[in-house]
Each structure stands twice: as structure tokens, then as C-alpha cells.
């Protein structure tokens, strides 16, 4: 399958600038870029699509550039409802350092940051050199501007698209770029660039755009929305990222394993129909959580994910070491153990139950486990001789839930 062929089925295309894209794309050796502003000190999950498209451009010959927005991370891209908060510019620095290290890091492409070419630009150069080739009835008719008319827009978010124009014309001009790529929410964008660039140097620049990924409930994946699964693993553990991906809903999951894998459309398909035929096996989830994680983070983290995710279901918390213990009761209930008692006061103690009855109730029917073994004693003495790790007490309730307790 050519490449613009397997983009299609994957779902990755949303728009394209002109139908010579498509054999342009077939043809390879395009120079694009693709870009993220500085909000956070990590990408996430929302970004990985995008920023996965450079590799499988790069296997099809073209040449990525993978930008950081240090200048336009400072003025903020419009927000379809109100202003951007800024952020400082130390702020802004320190994460642009943090992504240049992290796309590096996971995808080893070139990294720009259009702070060095935009620091020196000063007021009147700019609109002499760039504003005066961009109609101000153009601007307007951006979707993400038009729908700020209303309740206002600043200047300051106003000339955003006019700065990621300029930044396709410097990138042509000083590095052969030809091709913008970026999520359906910047054609706007692009567009600007693309005109800009036929205006001021009467180059025909190319912009592609993808849909955004969303989530079972329709929102994009963002730190913005609230939901967002960060890329470093010290924000966003592998075993959470796991978690989250096996969970996925079923009527996702094809979806992504076609957007966020590198899996061939007949592997994609045979993984489709396992699920079908038994979706309680999750095959389908198992697939995405192996390849997006192997490729994140190394096959290692996963193995160790699944390792705790199954040694959590099973109740055999003891078999993990100290770090991936606390890794997997990340977020659970936890308390501060005060004083030894008996299971059934150190349960009403502690909160887990409402009542020494709840407790005597669930003890006698095997639903207690203290550190990853079933306890059936109503007397059964908690003291620091329990402990693992000669300081936590874990407790399971039922089949699923956790809680971590503390020696001081």
C-alpha cells in the first residue's frame, strides 16, 4: 500500500492543501515539520499521534523537523472560548528544554525552536515584512478568530496565526521545508503560512492536517481538557498508561491501534477480528498497550506493567518489589497506621469498613487480603511484624479495592 493510501486508512488525513500532495507524498523526499507550543514540561498522548506521523513519513523517505514554539508558546493559540492564560517566560523556557530532550529522545529528529529566529524580529520589521502580505478579512475568516468575535479577542491572539505563518516561511526559506503537518484544530494555521509564503516569495507551500484523537467520550486528549496521559513516565507511569489503555473502550480501540501503532493494516485487521469473536479477552486492548508503551518506553516497562496490573488482580501484591508496588497503589486510599489492633478494629479504624460487622462479614467470607494473602481470622493481630517492606500494610477489599498503610 503507497503511503498516502495507508494514511487514508488509518484515518490520519483530515485535510490537504492541493491533490498534488498525494503523489508528493507517495514520491518522498519531502522536508516538513510538525510543531508543539511549550504549555507543559512533557507531551502527551494527544500529541503522539501527530508527532507519530513523522516517523512514518520518515520510513517513506521524507525528512521531519520537529519543532518547539518557544516564541509562539508565549502568545498563546486562540481557545475556540476564551483568552489563553499565559505563562512566564521562564516557564516557557524551562519546557522547551524538557520537549527539545523528550522529541529527541523518542522520535531523534532535528528540533528547532522558533525563538531563535523570532527574538531579533522587532514591531515594525515585522509588519512591514510579514503583516503587510496578509488581509485582515483573511484572518477573520479563521474558523478558531471568527468564533472569537463575539466575546472578544485580544491583538495579541489575533497575530498568532500570522506568527506560525512566519514561521513556514523561515523554515522554506532557511531549510527547504515545504510541508506543514499538525492536527485538524491548526488548518487555520497552515493556511496562513501557505499564503503567506505564496505572497511574499511566490513558493507554493503544501499543509496536511489530521483528526484529533479522542476519547470514548468525544474530547481531545489534552492537558487543557483534563485527561491528559503524559509521555515521560515520571508524570504519567507506564503502569498508569497500561491501566488506561487496557481499559480502552471497544469502540476506540481499532481506531487506535490503527492511529497509534505501526501494525500493518492485515495485522490490524486479524487483531479486529479476534476481538470480535471474544472482546473478553481484550486482545485488541493487550495489542495497543504493548505497542504504544514497547515503543515509549522499552519493552521492559511494559513487561513490568503488566506484571503488576496482574499481580494486582490476582491479589499476589507481595511478589513486586518496593518501587513497583507503590508504582501500582499510586492514587488508592491511603492512611498512617497508628496504633496494633485486631483486623476487625484496624478495619473500622481505618475506614476501609463502616462497621465491625461490615468487617467481621467480610473477613469470615475470604474477601480480606492483608499483603496479598487471604486472611479469615476476625482476630488476626496487625502489628509491625506484618508489614512488607517493614512498613506497609495492604489491604484488599473485594476483587478490586486497594489501600495502603504507613508505619511512621
Not at 481499532?254 to 469473536?277: A, R, V
Amino acid at each position: 500500500m503507497k503511503l498516502y493510501d495507508d494514511l487514508k486508512w488509518r484515518g490520519l488525513i483530515k485535510d490537504i492543501s492541493s491533490p498534488d500532495l498525494e503523489e508528493k507524498l507517495n514520491e518522498g523526499g519531502l522536508t516538513f515539520y510538525i510543531g508543539t507550543d511549550p504549555t507543559a514540561d512533557s507531551m502527551h498522548i494527544g500529541h503522539f499521534s501527530s508527532f507519530l506521523i513523522a516517523t512514518r513519513l520518515a520510513k517513506a523517505g521524507h525528512h521531519p523537523i520537529l519543532l518547539i514554539g518557544g516564541a509562539t508558546g508565549l502568545i498563546g493559540d486562540p481557545k475556540p472560548s476564551s483568552e489563553r492564560k499565559m505563562i512566564t517566560k521562564e516557564e516557557v523556557e524551562k519546557n522547551v528544554k524538557a520537549l527539545t530532550k523528550q522529541a529527541k529522545d523518542i522520535f531523534g529528529f532535528e528540533v528547532v525552536n522558533n525563538y531563535d529566529w523570532t527574538k531579533e524580529i522587532n514591531i515594525i520589521d515585522f509588519l512591514r515584512d510579514y503583516g503587510k502580505y496578509i488581509n485582515v478579512n483573511y484572518m477573520l475568516d479563521k474558523d478558531i478568530i471568527n468564533r472569537r468575535l463575539d466575546s472578544g479577542i485580544t491583538f495579541c491572539e489575533f497575530a498568532y496565526t500570522l506568527l506560525q505563518g512566519m514561521d513556514f516561511v523561515y523554515l522554506n526559506e532557511n531549510k527547504n521545508v515545504t510541508l506543514q503537518v499538525a492536527g485538524s484544530d491548526q488548518w487555520g494555521n497552515i493556511t496562513t503560512g501557505i499564503e503567506l509564503a505564496r505572497k511574499k516569495n511566490n513558493k507554493e507551500l503544501y499543509g496536511m492536517t489530521m483528526p484529533l484523537i479522542l476519547d470514548a467520550n468525544g474530547v481531545k486528549f489534552g492537558k487543557t481538557e483534563g485527561n491528559a496521559l503524559w509521555l515521560d513516565k515520571n508524570k504519567t507511569s507506564s503502569y498508569e498508561l497500561y491501566q488506561y489503555l487496557i481499559n480502552t473502550s471497544d469502540l476506540c480501540v481499532i481506531d487506535y491501534l490503527k492511529k497509534l501503532t505501526f501494525l500493518s493494516k492485515k495485522e490490524i485487521e486479524d487483531i479486529s477480528k479476534k476481538h470480535q469473536e471474544k472482546p473478553e479477552l481484550r486482545i485488541a486492548q493487550t495489542t495497543l498497550a504493548r505497542e504504544i508503551i514497547s515503543f515509549l518506553h522499552g519493552e521492559k516497562d511494559y513487561l513490568n506493567a503488566e506484571k503488576i496490573s496482574k499481580s494486582l488482580f490476582s491479589g499476589k501484591i507481595n511478589e513486586l518489589d518496593k518501587t513497583s508496588l507503590l508504582e501500582a497503589l499510586k492514587g488508592v486510599p491511603s492512611f498512617t497506621i497508628l496504633k496494633d489492633e485486631n483486623l476487625t478494629d484496624f478495619l473500622v479504624t481505618n475506614k476501609i469498613t463502616s462497621s465491625k460487622r461490615e468487617a467481621r462479614e467480610l473477613i469470615t467470607a475470604n474477601a480480606i487480603l492483608i499483603n496479598g494473602e487471604v486472611v479469615n481470622d476476625v482476630n488476626y493481630f496487625i502489628d509491625k511484624s506484618k508489614t512488607l517492606y517493614k512498613e506497609f500494610i495492604i489491604v484488599r477489599k473485594g476483587k478490586k479495592k486497594y489501600y495502603l498503610g504507613s508505619y511512621k
